[in-house]
């Protein structure tokens, strides 16, 4: 049971992957027996891998069609970054608020992206990398919250805001005032000031959000 678990999570970690890249474009009907000659496992464990992004808001099934990689219009990530923005100011508020707040983590992860943003020949793989330290950042302050409710709900928009960020890249000026919003929280966060934190907070994601936006194709 313990390797057929590991197999479904190492396909869906793949799947996953292949979404968010495009090579599963959105609305791609996802056939098991197309995936299950792909990965090489049985229909079981593509079903299982299935599931598990279909929790994560990454894939949709509809009786007697099956599943299909969810399609995101503009209205709909923007809606979404709406509710994400509230989401991590509340987080940073929280995180704020904590006296004995461990920061160390998220001051790492600000030090790799100026150590990012430093690099003269940054290409799709650094702007990736870039996403993905500012997911890191924010998951941060999540935890430093010890609501798991509120860290598993923003894991999920996370997650889903990538079947957009894969695809626009933000550019290089975009991250340098990411990196620059990011030590602004940090320094909040050290000053236990709630409502600036949430201020910067909000402020910082509904930016990010609006500069996805300007390169969001009509259609997906």
């Known amino acids: ?43 079981i464990t593509i079903r299982e891998a299935i599931r598990s992004l279909e929790q994560d808001g990454l894939v949709v099934s509809a009786p007697n069609k099956g599943a299909k990689v969810r399609q995101i219009d503009r209205k709909s990530y ?4 709406v509710i994400r923005a509230q989401l991590d100011a509340l987080a940073a508020q929280l995180a704020a608020g904590k006296e004995d707040a461990d920061l160390s983590e998220i001051e790492q992860i600000l030090d790799q992206e100026r150590e990012l943003l430093e690099k003269e020949d940054r ?3 650094e702007e990736i990398e870039a996403l993905d330290l500012n997911d890191r950042f924010h998951a941060g302050i999540h935890k430093i919250t010890g609501n798991e409710s ?23 000026e975009n991250s340098q005032e990411s990196a620059q919003q990011h030590a602004a929280l940090l320094e909040a966060l050290r000053a236990h000031d ?4 949430f201020q ?13 936006g300007k390169f969001f194709p009509e259609e997906i």
């Open 150 to 172: 509120l860290c598993r709900i923003c894991s999920q928009l996370q997650l889903q805001s990538r079947l957009v960020t894969y695809h626009t890249l933000i550019s290089i």
């Open 1 to 43: 049971m313990v390797k057929k678990k590991l197999l479904a999570d190492s396909v869906y970690e793949k799947m996953r992957e292949r979404i968010f890249k495009g090579i599963y474009p959105q609305g791609l009907r996802l056939v098991e027996a197309d995936l299950t000659e792909e990965f090489g496992v049985s229909r």
């Open 200 to 212: 910067l907070a909000y402020e910082h994601a509904m930016s990010g959000a609006r500069s996805a």
């Open 194 to 197: 709630e409502q600036l934190s």
């Open 78 to 81: 923007m809606d979404m970054q």
């Open 123 to 125: 290409g799709v793989k």
